[in-house]
């Protein structure tokens, strides 16, 4: 099936850095990714969401010059998380879906980033 | 993106149970998924089912849909240790976002 493979599994960073985290689809193209948040025993919240060669779409409350979404070909997006404070440290999952189906969804493993 | 409700937030049965959660959505929606998560890890689809339909099986999984209500169910069946994990309904609009619920955290007791 498809595969979304996503790196760092984990990263712990100081605060003020940036973190780039990666997701790319295996075996299929990525033509739409999603990128979500979640905090300690919450659900998944949606970041925003991104097309291939298009600017990503955030959902509102998330600031789109502290993550910065690209998605510049079918089987890779990256989250950047600049000058990252630990009130951003959390759990980030990246999601795909391949073509106009909207059924196939497949996520990623996550990202555990911890700023200190 | 809006969240739903879950119910149980929790929930702890012994192996060979059944365990039921429910989930209820606000939107009209194009389908409603169930995902699984163990602790700290990434998502895994469970079944998925559309909304004209009602009832969908998969092995030892069976989910309900009332779209009348806006509200879903999930059985999963004689339970086993290995279904200890974190529950999410995902709620999905023709704008292909998925909209996720707060989760149901089951426990199987060996």
Known sequence: GAVVSQHPSWVICKSGTSVKI????L???????FWYRQFPKQSLMLMATSNEGSKATYEQGVEKDKFLI???SLTLSTLTVTSAHPEDSSFYICSAIAGESGYGYTFGSGTRLTVV | SQQGEEDPQALSI??????TMNCSYKTSINNLQWYRQN????????????????EKHSGRLRVTLDTSKKSSSLLITAS???????????SRSNDYKLSFGAGTTVTVRA
């Open chain 2, 39 to 54: 602790s700290g890890r990434g998502l895994v689809h469970l079944i998925l089912i559309r909304s004209n339909e009602r």
């Open chain 2, 14 to 19: 012994q192996e060979g149970e059944n365990a």
């Open chain 1, 70 to 72: 690209n998605h510049a």
């Open chain 1, 22 to 25: 990666e997701c790319r689809s």
């Open chain 2, 80 to 90: 086993r240790a290995a279904d200890t994990a974190s529950y999410f309904c995902a």
């Open chain 1, 27 to 33: 075996d299929f193209q990525a033509t739409t990714m």
